[in-house]
């Protein structure tokens, strides 16, 4: 009994601590017309923070080692960076890392603040990773591009408002563009790794071509699920048949390309448009629809439009990352 009184206390506890450290100010907006915007979306503690009794290192700015830089192998301007909390004698054993998926932190350069959104974490080594496309003009960019292991920089979050219900059957439909796809795969693991979750997942993956098709390898490795399928979508596919490059891409029959692809994989050379995002709906398969989409503004605001209608998605269960 006297235990679950001080459990209780030390959530309070910690409930109170968070509540006092995010303060949402109008200058932590970074003013690029995020979906989900700070000062829209603010932090809760989450049950999870709760339970552990710690508090959740990132509700306030804070400082971040970096681990390891990595460039893509297909394109030197894609690096993965892998982050670690800057230990200070006194937060090690009381805090944890809570980035629920869905969610993006802010990061902080002096007066620059971009958005990214992690595409793993770990909640008690208090790391993550995300995928970064540098901007060949872009102010943050250039601080990433000369990044160095052990430097320090600053984050906060976690931002956004999608959840998932593992009680509730679901056909989730989530479409990805080019690097945004990194934070549609922890949305994926937490249905896959739920054997409670009886959802059905369709992934839609629009890339330039094959070679940039991020983190297939995952996508392969969900593929193994029986709730979960990929489709990829590669209008500028080109192999090195000459009718391929006569007509600067490849036909919907090209050989080569079949060959390059994995078990199981499906690749289409062709835009992701309303024709095809409806040849993925099934009235016929249970389950409340739901539609996610990563990317830019423009492409969510299409992608948005066209479910509406194609898949019979309901408004309020559509979310933009």
Not at 68 to 97: I, M, P, Q
Not at 126 to 139: A, D, N, S, T
Not at 289 to 307: C, H, N, P, T, Y
Request: a negative charge; aromatic letters at 8%.
């Amino acid at each position: 009994m006297v235990v679950d009184e001080e459990q209780q206390q030390q959530r309070e506890n910690v409930l109170r601590q968070e509540q006092q450290l995010f303060e949402v100010q109008a200058s932590d907006c970074c003013g690029n017309g995020c979906t989900n915007c700070i000062l829209d979306n603010k932090p809760k503690p989450s049950k999870r923070v709760l339970l552990a009794g710690k508090r959740n290192i990132i509700l306030a700015y804070t400082k971040f080692r970096l681990i390891g830089k990595e460039a893509h192998r297909f394109d030197d301007h894609v690096l993965l960076l892998h982050f670690g909390a800057a230990d200070e004698a006194d937060d090690v054993e009381d805090s944890v890392l809570d980035i629920p998926p869905g969610h993006h932190v802010m990061l902080r350069v002096g007066s620059l603040l971009r958005p990214y959104s992690p595409y793993w974490s770990d909640f008690q080594r208090r790391e993550f990773r995300i995928l970064v496309k540098l901007q060949p003009e872009g102010p943050m960019s250039r601080h990433l591009a000369v990044l160095q292991p052990n430097d320090l920089l600053e984050f906060r979050g976690p931002i956004g408002n999608y959840t998932n219900d593992s009680s509730l059957t679901k056909c989730i439909f989530i479409v990805a563009q080019g690097v945004a796809i990194a934070p549609t795969l922890p949305l994926i693991r937490s249905v896959l790794e739920n054997e409670e979750d009886m959802s059905r997942i369709w992934h839609l993956v629009c890339a330039r071509d094959l070679e940039h098709v991020y983190f297939r390898e995952e996508l392969l490795e969900f593929g193994q699920n029986w709730n979960y399928r990929s489709c990829l979508y590669l209008p500028h596919q080109k192999c090195d048949s000459p009718a391929c490059q006569s007509s600067d891409h490849c036909g919907p029959e090209c050989q080569e390309l079949r060959r390059s692809l994995r078990y199981k994989e499906v690749a289409k050379v062709a835009r992701l448009d309303a024709t095809e995002l409806a040849s993925h709906g099934n009235s016929n398969i249970p389950g409340q629809r739901v539609l996610i989409v990563a990317g830019d503004a423009s492409f969510q605001k299409k992608m948005k439009e066209m479910a509406s209608h194609s898949l019979d998605v309901d408004p309020a269960n559509v979310y933009l990352l």
